[in-house]
């Protein structure tokens, strides 16, 4: 005998914040679609949809980045969980949110299913959003903000190689405050976990730089030791 639900179930959604670092303009920025359907259609909001019957929260957020942006594989987290009674005008939703960080020369995005369009937002110039998508960016840039200072996080918005200077306006861009130059090159040195490469920067006006490359399988040694991360 089959099974009867006898309470009412919301919908299930997911929605994703994806943010880049643009270095050529030292700016932190979050991917935004454009609505193509009903409700808030034209206006911009986070990528996101209804969670399938037979696949996983964390599957659906990744499909719907494919099928919204084109954007794969990708450093995803889960962020919160949003079910205020009347954030969305059809029905009962409640939606898991999810934070993603990018290299942005890695990702080309493109809009597509109920997209009309997919573009890079700098963080301080951000439309008004749908739904309670405004809430749910406040919420995950907080958290990146609190986490890049204790997880080598921040290295999944740089590309591979990038120079000391590079790897300092990426922290003081999203922390949004200077740091010193000294100290902080000294405190990141000391962490050990960059390998000093044998490579200069290349195409730039100023004196060439040493690259350098985080080293992801130490970190992970490092941490089963009780390495703790710090900026």
Not at 55 to 60: I, L
Not at 67 to 96: A, C, H, M, N, S
Request: aromatic share 12%; proline share 4%.
């Amino acid at each position: 005998m089959p099974y009867t639900y006898e309470f009412p179930r919301p919908s299930l959604t997911v929605d994703c914040v994806v943010f880049g670092f643009d270095l050529s303009e030292r700016d932190l920025k979050v991917m935004l679609i454009q609505r193509k359907l009903s409700p808030f259609e034209g206006q911009w909001a986070l990528p996101g949809g209804f969670v399938r019957v037979e696949e996983s929260v964390e599957a659906a957020a990744l499909r719907e980045l494919r099928e919204e942006t084109g954007i794969e594989k990708v450093f995803l987290e889960q962020l919160y969980t949003f079910g205020e009674v009347d954030r969305d005008p059809r029905e009962r939703v409640v939606t898991v949110a999810y934070y993603a960080l990018v290299n942005l020369s890695d990702h080309q995005i493109q809009a597509t299913t109920d997209a009309s369009d997919a573009a890079w937002f700098s963080i301080q110039q951000v439309p008004k959003l749908a739904f309670d998508h405004d809430r749910i960016l406040i919420t995950a840039l907080n958290r990146v903000k609190g986490k890049v200072r204790y997880e080598p996080i921040g290295f999944e918005l740089l590309p591979p190689k990038f120079t000391l200077s590079q790897l300092q306006q990426l922290y003081e861009t999203v922390l949004g405050q200077e740091l010193d130059k000294r100290n902080f090159r000294k405190k990141i040195l000391q962490m050990d976990l960059l390998q000093e490469l044998d490579e200069m920067q290349t195409n730039v006006r100023h004196r060439a730089a040493r690259l350098y490359q985080f080293d992801e399988q130490k970190y992970q040694q490092l941490k089963q030791r009780g390495f703790n991360f710090e900026i």
